[in-house]
Nanobody, 124 residues
């Protein structure tokens, strides 16, 4: 079992920055893949970024604005989002996949554990 708790969402103006955090318990970060997804109103949940041993993967359209990092001592991952746009408004979810084998994990069903989500609102 993996428990995930997100934090760091909020309201920010376009062009601003936010850092989301996801604290994991039950497994160490070195043994799992941690991902971020987002879901805007009336849209499907979509991949944003993921971190696995030695690799970090990002949604193509957001590359250059995102940095995903981890603190193994705190068992926490951080998603730094810069130059935010109104279209980035969504609920952001942290997720964990217990299998680290096989390439980037960008699909929802690859993740067995999910956090409760944190709202990010970007005003124009």
């Amino acid at each position: 079992q993996v428990q995930l708790v997100e934090s760091g969402g909020g309201l920010v103006q376009a062009g601003g920055s936010l850092r989301l955090s996801c604290a994991a318990s039950g497994r160490t970060l070195s043994s799992i893949v941690m991902g971020w997804f987002r879901q805007a109103p009336a849209k499907e949940r979509e991949f944003v970024a993921a971190i696995r041993p030695y690799y970090t993967d990002y949604k193509d359209s957001m590359k250059g604005r995102l940095t995903l990092s981890r603190d193994n001592a705190k068992n926490t991952v951080y998603l730094q989002m810069n130059r935010l746009k109104p279209e980035d408004t969504a609920v952001y979810y942290c997720a964990a996949a217990t299998s680290i084998a096989g390439g980037p994990k960008t699909v929802l069903h690859e993740y067995a554990y999910w956090g409760q989500g944190t709202q990010v609102t970007v005003s124009s």
